[in-house]
């Protein structure tokens, strides 16, 4: 932690100079190999959290790290006594050839196997690599786009969802059940301002710039998001003026699949220590807008005097 001392001797970082603190102090964390070198990294960074969380941006990478670490196997404890994802595979197989079967689904293109150089951390017991197209379930032929001048002659009654969140209001809806919404186009693919996966509820309409998930297992759509949002896409995306990643792109994503029963336990340890930053977040934003209100409270005085 040469880095830190260097800095923290020096007084206050500037901007350039804490980006390099957070991406090495972080980074530390992300290439922990195994849970022991994860705790013992997070000790060294916890060492350093008065200069390292001092600002927003700062919680924001902190909370990136945290879904990284979740899909890697190295936030929770694994049980042995969990049924191994291998199974599960096995469950959504056969439940997809059932769906088929019954012509509620459209079989599925044949997803190439993941090569070596596709696995870019080891997996824990228990998991295994599948691809994103072989563990959900794409209903991205239900979506209908709607323009923007027939909605306003529509009553607002249910989300209209687009890549980013809900962009409007309509008087009808599309679908009736918590499904997994992935943007599929747009600055956010890459930039990644908002979460580019997220869970819609209840009745709502979709347009064509969302892609559509849903899984055999309810409870899977929630690591599945949070497995999204943990990855960089930008090996899956296309174009630079307007950046998309069509379906065949998103189901060809090799993602770290954990036992179901873990599932859980990994969408529950990140909704806490998610909740943890948005709180610290919330308490920067307003320190700086008291010392905001101070300056300017300071600048007016001086002026009147």
Same mark, same amino acid.
Request: glycine share 6%; hydrophobic share 40%.
């Given at each position: ?12 970082? %500037? ?31 916890? &060492? ?14 902190? &909370?990136?790290?945290?879904?990284? @670490? ?17 199974? /599960? ?5 056969? &439940? ?24 870019? !951390?080891? @997996? ?7 691809? !994103? ?39 009808? #809806? ?24 997220? @869970?819609? #509820? ?14 055999? &297992?309810?409870? /899977? @759509?929630? #690591?599945?998001?949070? !497995? ?7 090996? #899956? ?60 409270? /300071?600048? %007016? ?5």
């Amino acid at each position: 932690m040469c880095l830190c001392d260097a800095l923290e001797a020096r007084g206050k970082l %500037d901007a350039v100079q804490h980006a390099q603190l957070v991406r090495t102090l972080l980074g530390t964390l992300t290439d922990s190999a195994s849970p022991a070198e994860l705790a013992a990294n997070w000790q060294r960074v916890a &060492e350093h959290f008065d200069l390292l969380l001092d600002r927003p941006e700062a919680v924001d990478a902190l &909370e990136q790290t945290i879904l990284q @670490l979740a899909v890697r196997g190295l936030l929770v404890p694994q049980d042995p006594s969990d049924e191994p994802a291998s199974v /599960l595979l096995q469950k959504i197989r056969a &439940e997809k050839d059932r769906l088929i079967a019954e012509g509620k689904i459209k079989r599925d293109k044949p997803l190439p196997p993941i090569t070596d150089e596709e696995k870019p !951390f080891e @997996l824990p017991v228990g998991w295994e690599w599948a691809r !994103f197209g072989d563990v959900s379930v794409n209903r991205d032929a239900e979506r209908i786009p709607v323009s923007s001048s027939d909605r306003e002659r529509r009553e607002k009654i249910y989300d209209y969802y687009g890549a980013s969140g809900v962009i409007d209001k309509i008087d009808g #809806y599309l679908f009736d059940k918590t499904l997994l919404l992935i943007g599929e186009d747009g600055a956010n693919l890459l930039n990644r301002s908002t979460p580019i996966a997220f @869970l819609a #509820y209840g009745k709502y309409w979709v347009n064509n710039h969302a892609h559509v998930i849903d899984a055999t &297992e309810q409870g /899977l @759509l929630d #690591y599945l998001a949070l !497995f999204i949002n943990a990855i960089s896409l930008e090996p #899956y995306v296309t174009g630079t003026a307007q950046p998309k990643m069509n379906q065949a792109k998103l189901n060809s994503i090799p993602m770290a699949l954990p036992p179901f029963t873990e599932q859980s336990r990994i969408v529950a340890r990140v909704a806490e220590l998610r909740q943890l930053c948005s709180d610290l977040r919330q308490r920067l934003t307003a320190s700086r807008t008291a010392q905001g209100h101070l300056a300017q409270a /300071l600048v %007016d005085a001086a002026g009147a005097a």
